[in-house]
């Protein structure tokens, strides 16, 4: 058995899952497309709702900004985060509330942050002094929380270093925002995306917990902690299912930070990659020399038009196609584009049927997340990633 279908013997297939498969069969594509099923978003934002319980549920748009899964999430009553300007105008646009849209890029445009003002958003993220400064004049009075470095977890796409501050640098901050007048009201933190099980978060958890109680401890009323996202999808290697994956989380941060803390989570990837599969096609199936080992197959679809996070082979998709269960060898595989770095797998080479043809449709598993939204605006001439939603 594959790895995906051992995962799905395990998960159960249903029949949300099995009509994504028909329409991505009864469907002929001229190009390679997202297509998505908004009913497995909604299942994925309930499962999410019952095992973090109080917590409120901000989605990272940045995920899949498909306008469907925005409305379908406001509709549901799931609260955004959202990283732009160009974000917060779609969620607004979407249904969703403005008091239910936070700012969380830490890095803005002054004039986005006044944007977000007037459109009465309320909450907005930071780590530096000069941030606070921009959210003090242009959003005067608003609710701010910081971040926090963590250590590196083990996940498969880290987020650490480039955002937010040392434990050491939080209580000033926290002071000189109260100075500028805004309302701190507390922390955030992200545990690395793609975080694939629970107990993975004990760690950081701790870390954050230490700087949380520190700083409470000199006096300030911190109230919201923001456990960012993390939240896994299959990628091949085995994950917790949701909504014991949360739970579980969810216990690990009640049994540190208590009960009367308000939690903010911001799940992209576990609400949205298994809604989606690329319906892509070979281009091209070659040796580059008469002894290569290793095949290599093309695709219509690669790094530049949504396979981003094949970057490092960090992510690693699943493929399926209509020769599974031939003889199956290993392939380098590839993208369309002029450019050598267009390589998806080439150190862990990816199994598929020896058969495989130019014209074969491969469809790709779980890449509802950080797809459409990484694609390039059409390098070489290739038009972004097309999304289809059911
Ligand atoms: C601030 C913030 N929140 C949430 C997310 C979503 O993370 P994930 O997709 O791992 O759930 C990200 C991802 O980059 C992020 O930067």
Redesign the pocket.
Known sequence: MTALATDRALRGTDSITDRLDAAIAATTFDRPTLVLDLDIVSRNFQALQRGLGDASI?Y?V??NPAPQVIERLAMLGCHF?A?SRGEIELCLSMGARPEHVSF???IKRATDIAFAHRAGITMF?ADAEEELEKIAEHAPGAQVYL?LIVEPTG?D?P?TRK?GCAPARVEGLLAYARDLGLDAIGL?F?V????RHAHMWSDTLNQVAATWHAVRAAGFDLRLLNI?????AFHGDDVDPLEAYSRDVMAQVRARFGDAVQIMA??????VADAGAIAAEVLLVSRKSDDDLHRWVYLDVGRFSGLAETEGEAIRYQFETARDGDEAGPCILAGPSCDSVDVLYEKRPVSLPVSLRAGDRVVIRNCG??TSSYSSVGFNGFPPLDVMVI
């Open positions: 901000h990272a940045k995920a985060d990283a969380g890029n830490t993220a971040r996940a796409w987020l955002f955030s992200h690395g995306s793609q975080t960012g996202g993390g939240f896994p911001e799940p992209g990837r576990g609400m997340a950080y």
